[in-house]
C-alpha cells in the first residue's frame, strides 16, 4: 500500500517562495501529481510529473511558476513554487498513480497524502 506525506506548507507573503516535500513508499514506479483545493473551489490540478522525473506537465495558472522534481533515491517529490500569489492559497495534495506516465485528473491518481496548508497573503 502507498503512503504519502506532505510536508512544507505555511504561509508567506505575495512574491514569496516556498518548497513542498511528498515522502512516498513503494512507489518509485508511480507517476506522480500534485493538486490544490482552496475553500469553496474544486480541486485544481497544479502538476503531473513521470515516474523517473523527465516528464511533467504543469496546470495553466502555475505555468512558470512552480516547479516539480523527484528523487527517487530519497523516495520524495518537490514542488518548488516561486513568486506566490494569494490565488495560491489552499491545501496542497500530493498524489500517486499506478504507472509511469503523467495524468491530469484526480480520478486518474489511485492514492493521497493528507494534505499541506499554504497561505498566501497580500
Known amino acids: 500500500h502507498v503512503q504519502l506525506v506532505e510536508s512544507g506548507g505555511g504561509s508567506v507573503q505575495a512574491g514569496g517562495s516556498l518548497r513542498l516535500s511528498c515522502t512516498f513508499s513503494?512507489?518509485?514506479?508511480?507517476?506522480m501529481g500534485w493538486f490544490r483545493q482552496a475553500p469553496g473551489k474544486e480541486n485544481e490540478f497544479v502538476v503531473s510529473i513521470s515516474a523517473n522525473g523527465d516528464r511533467t506537465l504543469y496546470g495553466d495558472p502555475v505555468l512558470g511558476r512552480f516547479t516539480a522534481t523527484r528523487d527517487n533515491g530519497k523516495n520524495t517529490v518537490y514542488l518548488q513554487m516561486n513568486n506566490l500569489k494569494p490565488e495560491d492559497t489552499a491545501v496542497y495534495f500530493c498524489?500517486?498513480?499506478?504507472?509511469?506516465?503523467?495524468?491530469?485528473?484526480?480520478?486518474?491518481?489511485?492514492?493521497w497524502g493528507q494534505g499541506t496548508q499554504v497561505t498566501v497573503s497580500s
Open positions: 513503494q512507489c518509485n514506479q508511480c507517476g
Open positions: 498524489a500517486a498513480k499506478d504507472g509511469i506516465g503523467l495524468h491530469t485528473k484526480a480520478y486518474g491518481y489511485n492514492y
